[in-house]
């Protein structure tokens, strides 16, 4: 399970370093063709590590999910997609006992 935390950590701080770059490529002056191309450069680096990085969860997420019951065909209720609609039932008034 901490592997599994840790990779969740590692793959979160890619994604942000890379929106990070991005947005600091957005702002670079014009004329600072050096520093565009660095920024493209480690953002390409980071792209690349993102992607291997997401594989890397992608197997380990479903390496630990099929290795916990040795159930790989089980779906986990809060991934299932659709909820199942909620039943509704009318509030009944308790009977009295006793009558005229």
Do not use: F
């Given at each position: 399970?901490?592997?599994?935390?840790?990779?969740?950590?590692?793959?979160?701080?890619?994604?942000?370093?890379?929106?990070?770059?991005?947005?600091?490529?957005?702002?670079?002056?014009?004329?600072?063709?050096?520093?565009?191309?660095?920024?493209?450069?480690?953002?390409?680096?980071?792209?690349?590590?993102?992607?291997?990085?997401?594989?890397?969860?992608?197997?380990?997420?479903?390496?630990?999910?099929?290795?916990?019951?040795?159930?790989?065909?089980?779906?986990?209720?809060?991934h299932a997609g659709r909820?199942?609609?909620?039943?509704?039932?009318?509030?009944?008034?308790?009977?009295?006992?006793?009558?005229?």
């Open positions: 399970m901490t592997v599994s935390k840790t990779i969740d950590l590692e793959l979160t701080r890619a994604e942000v370093e890379v929106l990070e770059l991005e947005a600091r490529l957005r702002v670079v002056p014009m004329n600072d063709t050096q520093l565009s191309e660095a920024l493209k450069t480690a953002l390409a680096a980071k792209k690349e590590r993102l992607a291997k990085l997401r594989t890397l969860h992608a197997t380990a997420g479903r390496a630990s999910r099929a290795g916990k019951d040795g159930d790989g065909d089980k779906v986990n209720p809060l909820r199942p609609p909620l039943k509704r039932t009318v509030p009944q008034r308790p009977q009295t006992k006793g009558g005229k």
